[in-house]
């Protein structure tokens, strides 16, 4: 596929024969014989009907046209279907917190409670808390279920396929205030629990969590197949004064980080495995967790110390100085690794980004660059995720227009194994609102977000004027080859 990227004119006969559709959802397509689609388009079809979804957006969910083109120049080719969901799926003001599993589930934990979708979004659940916490819980409550408060939180799968979460509600309820409860989700059983913790901070702020790698060996803090660690965004990013770990999913205790001038012992850490499963496509954090899992076992922390060194948490839950086999500190804070073993790591500077992508654990790398110097005046949110299963990466980026409002777009490299160059670029809703990240902000996106199914098919939070709150889309029309492999798998 690399090798055609931008190379020939798609017929409408081909398009068609691949794509049913009806209503104006391809209406640009009639303009095929004018327009220089790349070869590889020619291979896309809809994984299912998109007014299966609705025809209409006065509510969510629906579905939008967005407009795809050349990754690099202002030239459009389509205007493409997306599904498109709200606050009623999971979010609330201000963002939404999503993630994705092995079996094809779409999480979000953007407001009160966990909440997924089993079916690309026709369908979706949520959990409350039971009146009472799981036995076992070391600080039992009750609550009021569904009355908690406002509230938000995280939600990640772990590689043996069960979800760790944190729902945290600030403000005054009939259940209390500034209420840390932990949701977890067991895969072997195919249940949810709940228990109340109390956090050491006097104010918490949206949470960010990932995997640590086991057989956990934690002492004091327990043993467990992995550990769940959750950090908030204010406390570690302005004073770095720790977060909650957990070898159960359900019960937290407070866990320090290293001073970032701290000389630490070197540990050498592999992160060049031979070979991942599928689950290693859904292990990615949210970017601001700033940490990824290690096949090997463990948590890794690029770029951690302010001299640039890496931080390693190992298995048994001291911290190292992390260096890879050959002593090298990785490129930036944002790597993860994908069941192709490929190691991603992006960077941004002003208004550019630069993806780095390494196939010898971050001993050598090779890079792409993005440049929107042209267009934007900077870059407001971003985010990234990768497909090993369908050599699939994608880039999710948020910016400040030179002509005033915010612009989501996202950048898809297929077979970015062969070439880093992107395929195509997609604008995501209409880019005609101006908001802002943070509190006491009349109009509010907090933080990027996004995932990939295991058929290919991405998810991305964004905001333009169709809705007072953040929206997030899921894609529909894909290469028709992943759908044969995701049928397969």
Not at 120 to 127: A, D
Not at 344 to 367: F, I, P
Request: net charge negative.
């Amino acid at each position: 596929m690399a090798e055609a990227k931008f190379t020939a004119a798609i017929m409408l006969a081909i398009m068609m024969a691949s794509v049913s559709m009806s209503g104006c959802l391809h209406d640009a397509i009639q303009e095929a014989f004018e327009k220089p689609y790349p070869e590889w388009y020619g291979e896309m079809q809809y994984i299912e009907d998109p007014m299966s979804h609705s025809d209409s957006c006065s509510s969510t969910p629906c579905v939008r046209n967005f407009t795809i083109g050349d990754p690099f120049l202002n030239e459009t080719w389509d205007e493409v279907g997306w599904a498109v969901f709200g606050n009623a799926e999971g979010g609330n003001c201000c963002e939404h917190y999503l993630a994705a599993t092995k079996e094809g589930w779409i999480l979000n934990f953007g407001g009160e409670y966990p909440t997924w979708s089993e079916d690309r979004g026709h369908t979706w659940q949520e959990y409350r808390p039971s009146v009472f916490s799981q036995f076992g819980c070391m600080e039992p409550k009750p609550t009021v279920p569904g009355q908690e408060g406002l509230g938000e939180g995280s939600i990640i799968q772990a590689t043996n396929g069960d979800l760790i979460s944190m729902g945290w509600f600030p403000y005054p309820s009939t259940s209390g205030a500034d209420q840390f409860y932990a949701f977890f989700y067991d895969s072997d059983e195919g249940e949810w629990s709940w228990c109340f913790n109390r956090t050491p901070e006097p104010f918490y702020d949206r949470s960010w969590q990932v995997e640590v790698i086991g057989p956990i060996n934690g002492g004091l803090y327990g043993n467990g197949p992995w550990a769940s660690l959750v950090i908030s965004n204010f406390w570690h990013q302005v004073q770095n004064v720790g977060g909650q770990i957990s070898t159960d999913g359900l019960n937290y205790e407070y866990f320090g980080f290293p001073d970032r001038d701290s000389n630490l012992d070197i540990m050498e850490v592999d992160l060049n495995p031979s070979e991942l499963g599928p689950e290693w496509d859904f292990t990615k954090p949210h970017k601001e967790m700033r940490a990824f899992p290690v096949p090997s076992g463990g948590l890794y922390f690029p770029d951690y110390f302010i001299d640039g060194r890496d931080a390693f948490l190992d298995t048994s839950l001291n911290w190292w100085t992390g260096v890879t086999l050959n002593g090298n500190s990785l490129p930036s804070q944002y790597c993860a690794l994908d069941s192709s073993t490929a190691l991603h790591c992006v960077t941004t500077s002003n208004s550019n980004l630069t993806h780095l992508l390494s196939w010898d654990g971050g001993e050598s790398w090779t890079n792409q660059s993005y440049d929107l110097s042209t267009e934007a005046t900077g870059i407001e949110e971003w985010e990234f995720h990768s497909s090993g299963v369908h050599d699939l990466f994608v880039l999710n980026v948020r910016y400040q227009s030179s002509s005033g409002p915010d612009v989501d777009l996202a950048w898809h490299v297929r077979d970015f194994s062969e070439s880093m160059l992107p395929d195509s670029r997609t604008y995501i809703g209409q880019g005609d609102l101006d908001s802002t990240s943070g509190a006491g902000n009349d109009i509010r996106f907090d933080f990027a977000s996004m995932g990939i199914l295991p058929d290919g098919g991405s998810f991305i939070a964004y905001q333009d004027s169709t809705d007072p709150d953040p929206l997030f889309s899921v894609e529909l029309l894909l290469p028709s080859e992943y759908i044969t492999k995701s049928q397969i798998f």
